[in-house]
Nanobody
Framework: QMQLTESGGGSAQAGGSLKLSCAVPGYTVSDYCMGWFRQTPGKEREEVALIYRYGDTHYADSVKGRFTISRDTTKIYLLMNNLKPEDTAMYYC?????????????WGQGTQVTVSS
C-alpha cells in the first residue's frame, strides 16, 4: 500500500524558513501529480502547492512567491520562505496517482508548522 511520510515541520518565527519533505518509497513521484495541502482546526483543508508530471507547478495565492514545491525521484519538498503566522497549520502531502491532484486519495499523516510573530 502506498505510504507518504512528511517531515520537516516545526516552529519558526515570522520571516523565517522551513523545508518540508514527503517520502514516497517505491514510487517515482514525477509520474504523478503530487501536492501539499494544509489544514487548521475548524477550517477546510487548503491546497497549497501542486507539481504535475511534466514539472508544471501551481500555488495558492497566499503562498505565491514565498513557497516552492520541488521533487526528486521518491520525494517531494516544500520550501517555505518568509513565513507568516497565518501559515501555521498541519501540512500534508497527497496524491491520487494520476495526472491531476483532484480529490487525492492517498495522504500522509501530516507535519505541524507553527509560525510565531
Amino acid at each position: 500500500q502506498m505510504q507518504l511520510t512528511e517531515s520537516g515541520g516545526g516552529s519558526a518565527q515570522a520571516g523565517g524558513s522551513l523545508k518540508l519533505s514527503c517520502a514516497v518509497p517505491g514510487y517515482t513521484v514525477s509520474d504523478y501529480c503530487m501536492g501539499w495541502f494544509r489544514q487548521t482546526p475548524g477550517k477546510e483543508r487548503e491546497e497549497v502547492a501542486l507539481i504535475y508530471r511534466y514539472g508544471d507547478t501551481h500555488y495558492a495565492d497566499s503562498v505565491k512567491g514565498r513557497f516552492t514545491i520541488s521533487r526528486d525521484t521518491t520525494k517531494i519538498y516544500l520550501l517555505m520562505n518568509n513565513l507568516k503566522p497565518e501559515d501555521t497549520a498541519m501540512y500534508y502531502c497527497a496524491t491520487r496517482l494520476a495526472l491531476t491532484c483532484d480529490r487525492p486519495s492517498f495522504w500522509g499523516q501530516g507535519t505541524q508548522v507553527t509560525v510565531s510573530s
